[in-house]
C-alpha cells in the first residue's frame, strides 16, 4: 500500500512566498522541493497516490479545553488556577516540558496570518480526501508538526537560534545523521580557508535555510510514521489538534 509513497512537510510561514514544500520518498531522498502559494502547493500534493502531509501550522485555534478543569487535572506536573487557559493542550503539555511554543488562541480571527492559511490549509486537504493520522488504511494522511519541538526532543536539549550558521548547521547535521539525502555540513568547514575568509567568500551554497530545515524535519516526521511508526507519539487532545513528536515519551524537562 505505502509503495512509492511521498513523505511532504509542508511550512505554510516561509518567508516572502508564503508556502515552502519539500518531498521525501522511501528512501529519505529529496523527491521534489518547490515554494509558491498555497494553490500551487495544494496541485503537487493533488498528483500524489500516496502520500503523508506534514503541516509546520496549527491544525485549528484552541477548543477552550483548558478551562474544563477535569482536562487540567491530567498534565502533569499540575496547573495553577487561571494559568494556560489560551492554550491548545498540546502546547501546554510542550511548555510544561519546557519547550517553548506560541499559543494559538480561541478565535481564528484572533490568529497570525500564518495560523489562518495553515487552517485553511488543512480544511483543503481534507476536502481533497486527506486523513488525519492516524488513518488505518487511508492513502492521504496529515499530520501537525512543530519543528522546534522535533529537533528539540531529537537532540535532548534546545537547539541553538535556527537563525544563526551554527544553529542551521547543528539541524542540517542532525538530519544527515538520520540518512537524509542532503549535503554533509561538515563540508562547510572544509571549504572555509584563509583566503576565503579575507574576502569574506563562505560556503553559504552547503547550509540549507531556517525554512527548508523546519520543513525536512516535518518530512521526516511524516516518514516515521511509516517506517518507524514506535519512535513517535501525539501530544493533546484529538478534538482539538495533535502535534506529533518524533519520541514515545519526552523528558520531564529540557
Known amino acids: 500500500m505505502f509503495q512509492n509513497s511521498l513523505f511532504i512537510g509542508v511550512d505554510p510561514t516561509a518567508g516572502r512566498k508564503p508556502f515552502l514544500y519539500i518531498a521525501l520518498d522511501e528512501n529519505l531522498s529529496i523527491m521534489q522541493k518547490g515554494s509558491g502559494d498555497m494553490s500551487e502547493t495544494l496541485t503537487f500534493i493533488a498528483n500524489q497516490q500516496n502520500c503523508t502531509v506534514a503541516v509546520?501550522?496549527?491544525?485549528?485555534?484552541?477548543?477552550?479545553?483548558?478551562?474544563?478543569?477535569?482536562?487540567r487535572h491530567k498534565v502533569i506536573p499540575p496547573l495553577k488556577p487561571g494559568r494556560w487557559v489560551n492554550y491548545r493542550l498540546c502546547e501546554?503539555?510542550?511548555?510544561?516540558?519546557?519547550?517553548r511554543i506560541i499559543p494559538t488562541?480561541?478565535?481564528e480571527q484572533d490568529c497570525p496570518s500564518w495560523m489562518q492559511k495553515g487552517f485553511h490549509f488543512y480544511r483543503q486537504l481534507i476536502k481533497m480526501g486527506f486523513q488525519r493520522y492516524p488513518a488505518e488504511s487511508a492513502t492521504k494522511i496529515f499530520i501537525e508538526i512543530y519543528p522546534h519541538a522535533a529537533y528539540t526532543i531529537l537532540l535532548g536539549y534546545h537547539p541553538l537560534a535556527k537563525q544563526t550558521l551554527e544553529g542551521r548547521l547543528q539541524r542540517?547535521?542532525?538530519?544527515?545523521?538520520?540518512?537524509?539525502?542532503?549535503?554533509?555540513?561538515?563540508r562547510f568547514f572544509e571549504e572555509v580557508t584563509r583566503y576565503k575568509v579575507l574576502r569574506g567568500n563562505f560556503p553559504m551554497d552547503i547550509v540549507l535555510l531556517p525554512t527548508e530545515?523546519?520543513?525536512?524535519?516535518?518530512?521526516?516526521?511524516?516518514w516515521l510514521t511509516t517506517h518507524n511508526p514506535a519512535s513517535i507519539s501525539l501530544i493533546g487532545d484529538p478534538n482539538e489538534g495533535q502535534i506529533l513528536i518524533p519520541a514515545r515519551e519526552m523528558k520531564s524537562r529540557y
Open 56 to 71: 509546520c501550522s496549527p491544525y485549528q485555534p484552541n477548543q477552550k479545553l483548558m478551562e474544563n478543569e477535569e482536562i
Open 172 to 186: 542540517q547535521l542532525l538530519l544527515y545523521e538520520k540518512n537524509i539525502r542532503i549535503p554533509d555540513p561538515m
Open 105 to 107: 488562541p480561541a478565535k
Open 213 to 222: 530545515l523546519d520543513t525536512l524535519i516535518a518530512a521526516y516526521c511524516a
Open 92 to 99: 501546554v503539555i510542550l511548555r510544561r516540558h519546557r519547550i
